[in-house]
């Protein structure tokens, strides 16, 4: 089981860019498939962009221009890069853990499969 902090969350002109950060602790990061939810007011919770243990990304198709995902497995952390920030972006962002079986690309958009969540933090974007 890992323990996720996210940091790097702010307010930011529509435009302009952020790079969300996920610190882990508690296990054997490299062993975790890792992603990243935004909830959005009015809507639910949706998986944005994923990274498996080999490093192998997936991304929402919608904001797949906009976002790179990454991690460090030395410092045991993920990133998220979000650029060319929109308005509709605002939300909480939240990373979220499973131990890697083999075919975390199957279901890496469904929450229930994380069973390790991070508190959030939140980013708000003006027009």
């Known amino acids: 089981q890992l323990h996720l902090v996210e940091s790097g969350g702010g307010s930011v002109q529509a435009g302009g860019s952020l790079r969300l950060s996920c610190k882990a602790s508690g296990d054997t990061f490299s062993q975790y498939c890792i992603g990243w939810f935004r909830q959005v007011p009015g809507m639910p919770r949706e998986g944005v962009a994923s990274?498996?243990?080999?490093?192998?990304?997936f991304y929402l198709d919608s904001v797949k221009d906009r976002l790179t995902i990454s991690r460090d497995n030395a410092k045991n952390m993920s990133y998220l890069q979000i650029n060319s920030l929109k308005p509709e972006d605002s939300g909480t962002y939240s990373c979220?853990?499973?131990?890697?079986?083999?075919?975390?690309?199957?279901?890496?958009?469904?929450?229930?499969?994380?069973?390790?969540w991070g508190q959030g933090t939140q980013v708000t974007v003006s027009s």
């Open positions: 979220a853990a499973k131990l890697s079986d083999g075919y975390c690309y199957m279901n890496w958009k469904q929450r229930q499969v994380y069973l390790d």
């Open positions: 990274i498996d243990n080999a490093g192998k990304r």
